[in-house]
T-cell receptor, first 113, second 115 residues
């Protein structure tokens, strides 16, 4: 049973560029959430997708957007990259959008130069 | 606004010690609390999930307790081993439609267990 998988694992971008990160949820899970983790900090909630809609959003600018596909996989897009966007981006999935235990992937390490 | 604090930020102990990691939260209106382990540069591994109606959960050498009224949880690790070295994060899920979809994390406690 595959857990949460994310791609790519590492990537380097320059300021102003755009990036797309991908996530496949754990089998049987229909809800995907994205978190940003800066070095030495706890993860910060970006947004959650359920039934192909953004259900909740954290305190992140509109440069951060996402999508969920009919197979429950998800993408996180970040436009106009800033140096401060450098972080580990974590995807989590759960069985229920409001109560399920969260399972995380290994993350995508984004470096913005 | 929910805030989660973990103390201490770092801890170094000799192998074999029993230890306690602390987590406190400011708003007791939570649905559940989850403890995670994170190895350097890696994702989060779920250790224990405690529902708000529960007082504790156990898994192997790990025991997590929850005192919702005082806004505190502790993670007890028995007979620590070098392989337990990692960062331990606690996170709470709030109540209400605007809060239940997300976890609020503490900054973590980085544990080093020396052989």
């Amino acid at each position: 049973d595959a857990g949460v998988t994310q791609s790519p694992t590492h990537l380097i971008k320059t300021r102003g560029q755009q990036v797309t990160l991908r996530c496949s949820p754990k089998s049987g899970h229909d809800t995907v959430s994205w978190y940003q983790q800066a070095l030495g900090q706890g993860p910060q909630f970006i947004f959650q997708y359920y039934e192909e809609e953004e259900r909740q959003r954290g305190n992140f600018p509109d440069r951060f957007s996402g999508h969920q596909f009919p197979n429950y996989s998800s993408e996180l897009n970040v436009n106009a990259l800033l140096l401060g966007d450098s972080a580990l981006y974590l995807c989590a999935s759960s069985e229920a959008w409001d109560t399920g235990e969260l399972f995380f992937g290994e993350g995508s390490r984004l470096t913005v130069l | 606004k929910q805030e989660v604090t973990q103390i201490p930020a770092a801890l170094s102990v000799p192998e074999g010690e029993n230890l306690v990691l602390n987590c406190s939260f400011t708003d007791s209106a939570i649905y559940n609390l989850q403890w995670f382990r994170q190895d350097p540069g890696k994702g989060l591994t779920s250790l224990l999930l405690i529902q708000s109606s529960q007082r504790e959960q156990t898994s192997g050498r790990l025991n997590a307790s929850l005192d919702k009224s005082s806004g505190r949880s502790t993670l007890y690790i028995a007979a620590s081993q070098p392989g337990d070295s990692a960062t331990y994060l606690c996170a709470v899920r709030g109540l209400g439609s605007s809060n239940t979809g997300k976890l609020i994390f503490g900054q973590g406690t980085t544990l080093q267990v020396k052989p």
